[in-house]
């Protein structure tokens, strides 16, 4: 059973920083993706940004392209999100999560079979 856990959610003013990680249990698989959603108090679960073993490169979402940035320390099984520049519409629960049955890059969040508990953002103006 994979397992993830979400840390470094809080409370920050309009420009400022977070970082997000992401502790996973170890994987079952080699090929897989993962990733970042979020979401706000009465809307769907949104993707932010995600990454595949099989594709070079990320997906990030234009909602926080040039802000967010996401990267993986194999080393210590762990997946972060670098949230710079952030802005009130930012708030939401954030939440990893990991596709197992494959490695090539997918977005949605129906794709994703295991998922952590999520972290609250919260950006005041």
């Known amino acids: 059973q994979v397992q993830l856990q979400e840390s470094g959610g809080g409370s920050v003013q309009a420009g400022g920083s977070l970082i997000l990680a992401c502790r996973y249990s170890?994987?079952?698989?080699?090929?897989?993706?993962m990733g970042w959603f979020r979401q706000a108090p009465g809307k769907k679960r949104e993707r932010v940004a995600m990454f595949a073993t099989d594709e070079s490169g990320t997906y990030v979402d234009d909602s926080v392209k040039g802000r967010f940035i996401i990267s993986q320390d194999n080393a210590k099984n762990t997946m972060y999100l670098q949230m710079n520049s952030l802005r009130p519409e930012d708030t939401a629960v954030y939440y990893c999560a990991v596709r197992t049955e494959s490695g090539y890059l997918y977005t949605f969040p129906d794709f994703f079979q295991h998922w952590g508990q999520g972290t609250q953002v919260t950006v005041s103006s």
């Open positions: 170890e994987l079952p698989v080699t090929r897989y993706c």
